[in-house]
């Protein structure tokens, strides 16, 4: 089996004069799905973008080991299946048209059963429908059946049950179990609910404490 791995390598982020994090060195791999907590404005989005490669450290190294291959962060974007709450879709757009256009930039091992499962959503006649009509839950359940049903080897899901009741919270956890296999997979949220498959975290408020030395390099395994 192939294992996906993503190394940080001592990153930090600033914008303008603030830190967002420092001194970050981990290593995650595809045995388990990781949990990125932290309470809101603590680095959390800022830290998926960064291992997305939409943004660039102010410091460190992020590496990427994908189908036994090193990537280098900028031609990483085709292996990464990203939802969060400041992705957006393209309104125009009806459903189908949507899962077409995402098809083509990241197709889907079988975009056929990426249509059957949106059929299933509560909401009739949900693919002739364009995205402006849908309300912010049906908006988030595409959006994570994008992500989740990409071919993708990263997966990274930011704060994935926003606007979403607690059947849809079923649905889309037991998705991802459906199709974790052989992925890396970080969910970002302060939500428990979010974090119930996560075997392991990361508490992103950590790395502002930058004068405890024992915090370097550290990686809190296995959520008991």
């Given at each position: 089996?192939?294992?996906q791995?993503?190394?940080?390598?001592?990153?930090?982020?600033?914008?303008q004069?603030?830190?967002?994090?420092?001194?970050?060195?981990?290593?995650?791999?595809s045995?388990?799905?990781?949990?990125?907590?932290?309470?809101?404005?603590?680095?959390?989005?800022?830290?998926?973008?960064?291992?997305?490669?939409?943004?660039?450290?102010?410091?460190?190294i992020?590496?990427?080991?994908?189908?036994d291959?090193d990537?280098?962060?900028?031609?990483?974007?085709?292996?990464?299946?990203y939802?969060?709450?400041?992705?957006?879709?393209?309104?125009?757009?009806?459903?189908?048209e949507m899962v077409?256009?995402?098809?083509?930039?990241?197709?889907?091992?079988?975009?056929?059963?990426?249509?059957?499962g949106?059929k299933q959503?509560?909401?009739?006649?949900?693919?002739?429908?364009?995205?402006?009509?849908?309300?912010?839950?049906?908006?988030?359940?595409?959006?994570?059946?994008?992500?989740?049903?990409?071919g993708s080897?990263?997966?990274?899901?930011?704060?994935?049950?926003?606007?979403?009741?607690t059947?849809a919270?079923v649905?889309w956890q037991?998705?991802?179990?459906?199709?974790?296999?052989?992925r890396l997979?970080?969910?970002?949220?302060n939500d428990?609910?979010?974090?119930?498959?996560c075997t392991?975290q990361?508490?992103?408020?950590?790395y502002?404490?930058?004068?405890?030395?024992?915090?370097?390099?550290?990686?809190?395994?296995?959520?008991?």
């Amino acid at each position: 089996m192939q294992a996906q791995q993503v190394i940080c390598e001592n990153i930090a982020k600033r914008f303008q004069y603030e830190w967002v994090f420092k001194e970050l060195s981990c290593l995650f791999t595809s045995e388990h799905i990781y949990g990125i907590l932290g309470p809101n404005g603590a680095g959390k989005s800022t830290f998926l973008r960064v291992i997305s490669g939409f943004t660039t450290p102010t410091r460190g190294i992020v590496k990427y080991v994908l189908n036994d291959k090193d990537w280098t962060q900028s031609n990483v974007y085709a292996n990464v299946g990203y939802c969060a709450p400041y992705i957006d879709l393209i309104e125009e757009m009806t459903v189908l048209e949507m899962v077409k256009f995402n098809h083509v930039m990241r197709p889907f091992p079988s975009i056929d059963l990426v249509i059957e499962g949106i059929k299933q959503f509560p909401f009739r006649g949900i693919l002739t429908k364009r995205i402006i009509e849908l309300s912010s839950g049906m908006k988030q359940r595409v959006k994570l059946i994008l992500a989740i049903m990409s071919g993708s080897a990263i997966l990274l899901l930011d704060e994935p049950g926003s606007n979403l009741d607690t059947l849809a919270n079923v649905w889309w956890q037991e998705l991802l179990v459906r199709h974790r296999d052989n992925r890396l997979i970080l969910i970002a949220s302060n939500d428990p609910q979010d974090l119930k498959l996560c075997t392991s975290q990361l508490d992103i408020t950590s790395y502002k404490n930058f004068d405890n030395k024992l915090l370097k390099n550290r990686l809190i395994d296995v959520i008991e």
